[in-house]
C-alpha cells in the first residue's frame, strides 16, 4: 500500500493558508507554491541514496557525499509548473520532463498528448508534480506513462489531496508514495476539491 505523508509543519500550513486564501495576489501563490513545492522536496528525499565523494575543503581533504541516482521532475502541464521552481530550486541536478493530458470525450479518460521525458527516468528518482490530487484521474495515467517508458522509482508531489484521489491513487499505484502539504474533506459534483484552493492553474496563470 502506499506510503501517505501530510506534511505537518507550522511553515507549510503558513503557507497553504496564503495559498487558499481567495484574496491572495497571483503573484504572492506563484511564490507560495513553488516555497511549498520545496519544503515538501526536503521529506520526499529524505531516504535518497548517497555515495562517498573525495573534495577538498580549503583546509584538508575529505570524503563527503552526493546524490547516488539521477533525479527527475515530471510536470503534470499546466498547474504541475507552478510547483517546479521550488523543487528545482533545492536540486539543481534534476532533469525536468513534462506530461500533457487531455480527456478522450468518449471514454473520458485521460489521454498523454505530449510526453518528453530525460532518458534518466530508467535508472532515477521520478518525481511526478501536480497540486491537486482531486479525482487521481490525471497523476495515475501520467504515472502509467512513465512506467511504460522504464520508469521503476516514481514519486507524487501534491498541495492538497482529498480521500478520492488518494484511493484512486493507491489501486493504480500502490508502489507510488503520495507527499501532500495537506488532505482535504472531499470532491465536490464540479471536480473540486473541498474546500481546496479552486483553479491552481487558473490562479498561478491569471487565466479564468
Ligand atoms: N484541479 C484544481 O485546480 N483544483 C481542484 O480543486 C481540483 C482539481
Known amino acids: ?16 493558508s496564503i495559498i487558499r486564501d481567495k484574496n491572495t495576489s497571483s503573484k504572492n501563490f506563484r511564490e507560495n507554491v513553488g516555497e511549498v513545492g520545496a519544503l515538501i522536496t526536503y521529506e520526499l528525499t529524505k531516504d535518497l541514496e548517497t555515495v562517498d565523494k573525495e573534495i577538498e575543503t580549503p583546509i584538508q581533504k575529505m570524503t563527503a557525499k552526493e546524490l547516488k541516482k539521477p533525479v527527475i521532475i515530471v510536470p503534470i502541464l499546466r498547474a504541475g509548473l507552478g ?17 500533457g493530458l487531455y480527456r478522450d470525450e468518449k ?6 498528448y505530449y510526453a518528453k521525458f530525460p532518458n534518466e527516468i530508467t535508472t532515477g528518482v521520478v518525481i511526478v508534480v501536480d497540486p491537486m490530487l482531486a479525482t487521481g484521474g490525471s497523476a495515475s495515467a501520467a504515472i502509467k506513462t512513465l512506467k511504460e517508458r522504464g ?11 482529498c480521500p478520492e484521489g488518494i484511493e484512486r491513487l493507491q489501486k493504480d499505484h500502490p508502489d507510488v508514495p503520495i507527499f ?8 465536490n459534483e464540479l471536480g473540486y476539491i473541498v474546500p481546496g484552493l479552486g483553479d ?9
Do not use: W
Open 107 to 112: 471514454t473520458l479518460q485521460p489521454v498523454a
Open 151 to 161: 520508469a521503476t522509482d516514481v514519486r507524487y508531489v501534491g498541495l492538497v489531496g
Open 1 to 16: 500500500m502506499n506510503k501517505v505523508v501530510i506534511l505537518n509543519h507550522p511553515l507549510i500550513d503558513h503557507k497553504m
Open 200 to 208: 491552481c492553474g487558473d490562479r498561478l496563470f491569471g487565466t479564468k
Open 83 to 99: 510547483m517546479v521552481d521550488g523543487i528545482h530550486n533545492i536540486i539543481p541536478s534534476a532533469k525536468i520532463g513534462h506530461i
Open 180 to 187: 501532500l502539504a495537506a488532505l482535504d474533506e472531499r470532491l
